[in-house]
């Protein structure tokens, strides 16, 4: 496509045109969208994240999708909340609000290499790319990498699961990246990170039974963005810590934002009906992004009017 | 690309806390390839395994010979993906 008007978001991307569409929104929106690089991925690709920002020095809320590689419609939505998000600022009180006070930070293909792979040899491929030294298996679950209870219940150690947690917390260099743009921000104040397709808003912990200290408030914000999200289509969510709500997961992203400091951190389930699973039909992708969009708004508003 | 032809995705009912350590158990079962979409976690929440071709009998099997209520969720991956790929063979040609 060759603006983002064109884009045909109703339809699954390879790499290369996400990349495009990101390099087009950026000319398109200079005075608010930029692009930068965090690092690069094991197999050199670019880690992109978009920045929506109308000032210096401000707080910001973090978004990340694709994760896990063939969780195909959270790109896609992230790609369509970029779009929302530029073509709201100036129209929608609110997100003009929030983009006056706080910047938006979003990730749309976190795992580059397992994305491109889903797309050329395999489309059900979960893991990075990296090689394990040892095993014939390949790839890192990036969402059991961080170095919050990492090595614990609920994350492998053998290289050839799912679930396989790398040689050390931080070893994936799409994981390292982010940890190291987090750390040197410093002023992050909200996190999502975007999975498929169980229909939950979660929020830590994953490692440990223990409550945090911020369980009532977080409980109480998840409430009002699934009742959001729910308002459009009547898309049924639950909600509620990691560990009591789906299982335990030990080295998962947002226990160790959480353990950073960043109060406000969310992991999304998006959608499936209990039919397709990872292969969600392509014109379901619109009507998960608009449902997402009215469960993050809430958690971004939450955050912007609850600074720390 | 990987050819998915024959795989099913099978949704899984269990009943008992029994039932969710029985399919927990087919984890270990490295032979059996099974790719957990959603692990086995608390009773009355189903459980998602997309299952080889090869295996899917003796998947089959295990889970009626121990009274665990399972469905059909896809009964063709492959072909899920194939209309997947020749939507964005369609989409492309309508850009261009």
């Known amino acids: 496509a060759r603006s983002t008007d064109s884009f045909n978001y109703a339809t699954y991307h390879t790499f290369d045109e996400i990349n495009a569409f990101i390099d087009n929104l950026v000319n398109e929106n200079p005075n608010l969208v930029s692009k930068i690089q965090i690092g690069s991925s094991y197999e050199g690709r670019p880690l992109n994240v978009l920045k929506f920002s109308t000032g210096p020095n401000r707080p910001?809320?973090?978004?990340?999708?694709?994760?896990?590689?063939?969780?195909?419609?959270?790109q896609a939505s992230g790609i369509w909340f970029a779009k929302k998000i530029a073509t709201d600022y100036g129209k929608d009180a609110s997100l003009t609000n929030t983009l006056n006070n706080i910047d938006i930070l979003l990730e749309i293909v976190t795992n580059p290499d397992g994305y491109v792979y889903t797309h050329k040899s395999d489309?059900?491929?979960r893991k990075t790319r990296s090689p394990n030294s040892g095993s014939l298996c390949v790839g890192t679950d990036p969402n059991r990498n961080w170095d919050a209870g990492f090595g614990g219940p609920g994350s492998s150690s053998n290289p050839c699961t799912e679930t396989y947690r790398g040689r050390a917390a931080h070893s994936e260099p799409e994981v390292k990246a982010i940890v190291d743009f987090v750390k040197s921000h410093g002023n992050i104040k909200g996190f999502v990170s975007i999975h498929s397709y169980s229909q939950m808003l979660l929020f830590p912990y994953g490692y440990t039974t223990a409550r945090t200290p911020d369980h009532n408030e977080l409980n109480t914000v998840s409430r009002n963005a699934v009742n959001a999200l729910a308002s459009l289509y009547g898309t049924s969510y639950t909600y509620g810590s990691i560990i009591a709500?789906?299982?335990q997961a030990s080295g998962g992203t947002i226990d160790w934002t959480y353990n950073q400091g960043i109060k406000y951190s969310y992991s999304f389930e998006l959608r499936d009906t209990g039919r397709y699973g990872f292969a969600l039909p392509a014109n379901q992708i619109i009507p998960t992004a608009e449902e997402t969009w009215l469960a993050l708004t809430k958690l971004i508003e939450h955050t912007r009017d609850n600074l720390y | 690309?990987?050819?998915?032809?024959?795989?099913?995705?099978?949704?899984?009912?269990?009943?008992?806390?029994?039932?969710?350590?029985?399919?927990?158990?087919?984890?270990?079962?490295?032979?059996l390839q099974i790719d957990f979409w959603t692990s086995?976690?608390?009773?009355?929440?189903?459980?998602?395994?997309?299952?080889?071709?090869?295996?899917?009998?003796?998947?089959?099997?295990?889970l009626e010979s121990n009274n665990?209520?399972?469905?059909?969720?896809?009964?063709?991956?492959?072909?899920?993906?194939?209309?997947?790929?020749?939507?964005?063979?369609?989409?492309?040609?309508?850009?261009n």
Do not use: C
């Open chain 1, 60 to 74: 910001a809320f973090w978004i990340d999708t694709g994760i896990h590689s063939r969780e195909w419609v959270t």
């Open chain 1, 245 to 247: 709500t789906i299982y």
């Open chain 2, 68 to 95: 665990i209520q399972y469905s059909i969720m896809i009964h063709d991956v492959q072909s899920l993906l194939d209309e997947e790929q020749n939507e964005m063979r369609r989409n492309r040609a309508t850009e």
């Open chain 1, 123 to 125: 489309r059900m491929w």
């Open chain 2, 40 to 62: 086995p976690t608390k009773v009355l929440l189903p459980i998602d395994i997309r299952v080889s071709f090869r295996n899917l009998q003796s998947v089959k099997v295990y």
């Open chain 2, 1 to 31: 690309m990987e050819n998915y032809s024959g795989q099913q995705v099978l949704r899984i009912f269990p009943t008992d806390e029994d039932q969710v350590n029985l399919v927990r158990a087919l984890e270990d079962l490295e032979h």
